[in-house]
């Protein structure tokens, strides 16, 4: 089946440590998504990628990076997570001008 | 920031209907009403959309005022599984990014 998928589904780093998640896609979908959803709080957008055109919304920390290597495949690196990066990322797709975005299970990260 | 209001928690019974409401007051012309749900360790999930006709699908109904400045989704048995936060977010079609709000939390009860 068509998917998104999110790898790993759990991760568990230092603080400090550079943490880079991944997200792939079966879709062939051209817009991808980053969003950080903290405990009991909304998921919140970080990022986003319409084709190979990065956007990045006002408030995402510098902390977070991200790479569109190809349309199936992005990546979300932090550089030096902090004990307030801990959340759940979460990927989504969808393809240009379509209504439905598409998530993946998440990765929940724990910041030690 | 969201741009819409709900209730922070409903309950409902197993095989009733649910119907969890939104205030959207300032929602433009050209935006559109849409709920997305979002199981415990799970991903959001779109249910449904509309502008301003009433939409049906196999999840859900959406009833929108005729004003659009509120909007009901109606999960017409509702089951355990239909547990979650939903979200109602209002959006110009296409590629926005969606900006999610607090959301409902239904407990559908036995």
């Known amino acids: 089946d068509a998917m998104v998928i999110q790898n790993p589904r759990y991760q568990v780093t230092q603080f400090g440590k550079p943490v880079t998640l991944s997200c792939s896609q079966t879709?062939?979908?051209?817009?991808m998504y980053w969003y950080q959803q903290k405990s009991s709080q909304a998921p919140k957008l970080l990022f986003h990628y319409y084709d190979k055109d990065f956007n990045n919304e006002a408030d995402t920390p510098d902390n977070f990076q991200s790479r569109r290597p190809n349309t199936s495949f992005c990546f979300l690196d932090i550089r030096s997570p902090g004990l307030g990066d801990a959340a759940m990322y979460l990927c989504a797709t969808s393809r240009i001008n379509y209504n439905e975005q598409f998530f993946g299970p998440g990765t929940r990260l724990t910041v030690l | 920031d969201a741009k819409t209001t709900q209730p922070p928690s409903m309950d409902c019974a197993e095989g009733r209907a649910a119907n969890l409401p939104c205030n959207h007051s300032?929602?433009?012309?050209?935006?559109?009403v849409y709920w997305y749900r979002q199981i415990h360790s799970q991903g959001p999930q779109y249910i449904i959309h509309?502008?301003?006709n009433n939409e049906t699908n196999e999840m859900a109904s959406l009833i929108i005022t005729e004003d659009r400045k509120s909007s009901t989704l109606i999960l017409p048995h509702a089951t355990l599984r239909d547990t979650a936060v939903y979200y109602c977010i209002v959006r110009v079609k296409g590629n926005t990014p969606l900006v999610f709000g607090k959301g409902t939390r239904l407990s559908v009860i036995a």
């Open positions: 300032t929602i433009s012309g050209n935006e559109y």
């Open positions: 509309g502008l301003k």
């Open positions: 879709l062939n979908h051209n817009v």
